[in-house]
Structure formats: structure tokens, C-alpha cells
């Protein structure tokens, strides 16, 4: 396999869920190769997710790729590749806040909702198990007020009673100040520390390896994508994935096919 000269290496960042990963939780063989193809030609193949610390590591075992940053928390925290770490990265950078007013707020608005907060060392605590967070992953069950005095890398809601135009509207009422936030799927809601990304951590990776802006691939599905599509397609490529909303298609600068139809292998076959 040719390897890209220096010039030619681009910076690729990959969602996870819904972009790698299906709806079942796998990645597909192919998709797999074609990740591993990309990073063995010289690519700085890495991702950028929501995921945390823990549930994110053993993703970059199944692709076995091993990139010097990692995104997790939805750019609250970024890993830096270290070969004496246990799990051969540390954390390079963590962005918190205290959750407390905003859940209180939110609190009052959605009564029923289910909460939870991720703190800077990858512990879950929740109000009740939410759909998708494995419970044996660092996580603890907590009443609500032991929530409000965490150092939060973000904090999630979920609010089963609402369908996804309702939810948007009940966000919408509260007024979310000082705060990045984003909808997810159903009726789920990501809230950040204020100004925290994908985009603003994978910024920090492209000055740290002098990637020039126009060799910029970010592929994503999800609202907490939105930034970082666009970040990537002001002058390189932002890829929207086919089952991605209508509203994360329109920043996109391509469009690829669904999850399930191996979309993101079109995507990465058109690198050098």
C-alpha cells in the first residue's frame, strides 16, 4: 500500500454512533478496512464523539487505530496518544462546569425527565438508566440532587414522554444561556460547557499538527455534528451521512449513504 506524501495527508474526524457504528452497535467490516486503509496511507485518522473516555477506547481497538488525539464528550475533553498509559492515552485537555443551575432549570420544565452528568473522569451519574449508556461503565445511580454539585463534562436529558418536535419546543421555551447544547435522537438533549465542540477540540488538533483548513474531513449524523461539519467545510469536506436530518445536510459540503449502506465508505474511498 502507497503511502501519501506529507503534503497530501488530510485529517480525518469520525463521529461514531450512526456514522461508524450502526444501530446494533457494530461496524462493518468493510468500513473497517477502509478506516485502517486510510490511516495506514498516512492519515491522521482519529474520532470525534460524544461518547466518553471509557465507552470510547475499545471503538478504537475494534478499528485499531491508534491516532495521537481523541475527541470525547463532545470536544469537553480530548485524549493525547501516550504508550505508558493504561489504555495508551491520557487526558490532554478537560473542559467542565457545575450543572447546577441549568439542570434546575431544565428541572422545572420537564418534571419527568430522565438526567444524568458525566464528570471529567468518565463516571455516569444518573437519575435512571437512560437508553444506550451502558450501567456497569463507571456509572452510579444518584437522586437528582446529587447531581448539582458535579464538575460536569456534560450533562444529558432524556424525556421519554416527549416526541422529537415536542421536545424542541420545550427546549426552545427554556432558554439555554451559557451553555452549548445539542438534540440528539428522540428526545434527547447533550448540554456542554459554553463555547465546547467538536469543533473547538478538533481546532486544538489542527494546530497542534499544522493541518492546513483545506485538508479538513469531518463526518458526522448526529446535531452535535452540526459545528464540526461545518468547521470541516469551509474549505475541505464535510460529510453528512445519509440518515442524518435535513438541517445537518444542509452545512454539509457532501452528502454519503446511510450508516447501514455503508455510506462512510464512499466517503473515505475518495481520499488519496
Known sequence: MSVVAPEDRWLVA??????LLTHRGDVAPEVVDAVRAAAQRGHEVMLATGRSLVETIPVLRQLDIWP???VCSNGAMLLKRDALADDGYVKHYIETFNPEKVLKLIKGHLPDGKYAVEDEHGNYYFTEPLPGVDPTLMAHQVDFEGLLNLQATRVVVVS?????EDFLQVVERIG???VSYSIGWAAWLDIAPEGVSKASALEKVREALDFPRSRLF???DGNNDIQMIEWAAELGR???MGNAEPEIKEV?????GNVQDLGLLEALNKLP
Request: a negative charge.
Open 68 to 70: 495521537e488525539y481523541v
Open 14 to 19: 469520525l463521529d461514531v454512533d450512526g456514522t
Open 252 to 256: 454539509a459540503s457532501e452528502v454519503c
Open 176 to 178: 439555554l444561556k451559557q
Open 238 to 240: 464535510g460529510v453528512a
Open 160 to 164: 421519554p414522554d416527549h416526541d422529537t
Open 218 to 220: 469531518a463526518a458526522g
